[in-house]
Every structure is written in C-alpha cells, then in structure tokens.
C-alpha cells in the first residue's frame, strides 16, 4: 500500500527517493496496486476465498504464529481477537466477510509483528507491536 510503502521510505531517509534505490520505483507504483489488484475490500474478499478453498494456508500462518506466542503481550492479545474471530465465525459467514477488511489487516499487522520479533532487536519489535497493536495504537 502507498502508507507502508511510505513508512519504509521513511527508515531510509533521503536514500530511499534517489533512482538507484528500488524504493522510489515500488514508491511510484504503489498506487495501482488497487487498480491491478481490485479495490481493498476485494483484495479482503479474496483473502477470505484463499482461506476458504485452500484451508492449509490458514493452518501455516496460525501455525508460524504461534511460534511467536509469549513474545510480545500486544501481539499476543491481537492474535487471540483473531483466533476467536476465526473461531467463532466459519469462514463463510455474512459477518466475516462484512468485517473482511478488520481481518485482512490484522492478519497482516500481526505477520509483521512476528517477523519482526524474529528478525530484528527487541527494541524495534516491541515499539512496533505498542504503536500497531497496543491500546494506544493510532
């Protein structure tokens, strides 16, 4: 997305907007993701229908987060809401696929956050999982 892609142009300073970085190309494309890929709520959509017709895809993602479990308390809370979310709805239900778009993105917050807490200094996972899935998060 242009925010995310935004973001990461902004860890890298001025560096990332100079041709020789593929970040000013992936920056200048970012929009049309939703002109290539469908609208975000399709793109929510079609998460649901992956999850739906190839069921092992959900079991890898819950699998590889549950490998982070007790890690951070904020990721920790914010896979539970999606544990009980996918719990407590199948996956064909008319709610879920009216909150499709809440789901996607914390599908997507919480891989992040796990990759982080694998990859990179506590310091960093830890701000990012208080700023994107802490109460206070904006």
Known sequence: TPEATYEALECLGGAG???ESNMSRIYREAPLNSIWEGSGNVICLDILRAMRKSP?????YL????????SNKHLD??????????ATKTLSNDLLERNARTLATQLAL??????LIRRLPQTVS???CSSR???DRG
């Open 17 to 19: 907007f100079v041709e």
């Open 56 to 60: 092992e895809s959900l079991q890898a």
């Open 63 to 70: 699998s590889f987060m549950r490998e982070t479990k007790g």
């Open 77 to 86: 809370a914010a896979f539970e809401r999606i544990e009980k979310t996918l």
């Open 110 to 115: 919480c891989l992040q956050a796990a990759l």
């Open 126 to 128: 830890d701000a990012f």
């Open 133 to 135: 899935l802490g109460p």
